[in-house]
């Protein structure tokens, strides 16, 4: 028996191999564009590889969990994919920072590069400081905490909604004031 689109559910349940084929020639290019949404920042297109690959074989080993119609695995495929990219993510973004913390280690980046990096580091956290200062909390508990929207609106009392418009405003402002900073119109 061959997988077909009413029957490859239950056939992935049962651990049969064209199964799985059937998703990968289905899915594939879906899970591949979420997973380099997530992990294209980064530049390495072997992790996108891999975490596409990781993210079948979890899809081939929690099989077994998902019940559903086939409009209900695609929504729970994204949300696999979504959230092992997001590990992946993690998990490279920590290497990179436990590469910077010894410097001496990284031999690829010169002394010049280093002082711009330092430098652009200065004005992002002088643009951040520009931010009211509620903005600027949401901002920091976000992308150098590392806190969740659900979190964040926790400790702050304001909705998921409220908190994802002021992360939506805030970065537009940045982005202008970044713009232009880069032209040479902006002294700080």
């Not at 294209?40 to 596409?52: A, H, I, K, T």
């Not at 910077?100 to 990284?106: C, I």
């Not at 400790?155 to 939506?168: E, H, Y």
Request: charged residues 30%; hydrophobic residues 40%; contains cysteine.
């Amino acid at each position: 028996m061959k997988s077909t689109s009413e029957n490859f559910i239950r056939r992935l349940q049962k651990q049969k191999e064209d199964a799985l084929e059937f998703i990968i020639d289905s899915y594939l290019p879906l899970i591949k564009g979420i997973t380099h949404k997530v992990l294209s920042p980064l530049g390495n297109e072997g992790l996108v590889d891999e975490c596409v690959n990781d993210i079948f074989l979890s899809i081939w080993d929690n099989a077994d969990k998902f019940s559903g119609e086939s409009t209900d695995f695609r929504k729970w495929i994204c949300a696999i994919a979504k959230y092992k990219s997001i590990d992946y993510y993690r998990r490279a973004a920590k290497r990179m920072e436990v590469s910077s913390a010894y410097p001496d280690m990284n031999t690829e980046m010169s002394v010049e590069e280093e002082l711009i990096r330092a430098e652009d580091q200065t004005e992002l956290i002088k643009l951040i400081n520009q931010l009211e200062s509620l903005d600027r909390d949401i901002f920091l508990m976000k992308y150098f905490l590392g806190y969740k929207t659900a979190e964040i609106s926790c400790k702050t009392g304001l909705s998921i909604t409220a908190i994802d418009n002021r992360v939506f405003r805030g970065k537009k402002k940045l982005f202008n004031e970044a713009k232009n900073l880069n032209a040479g119109g902006y002294v700080l």
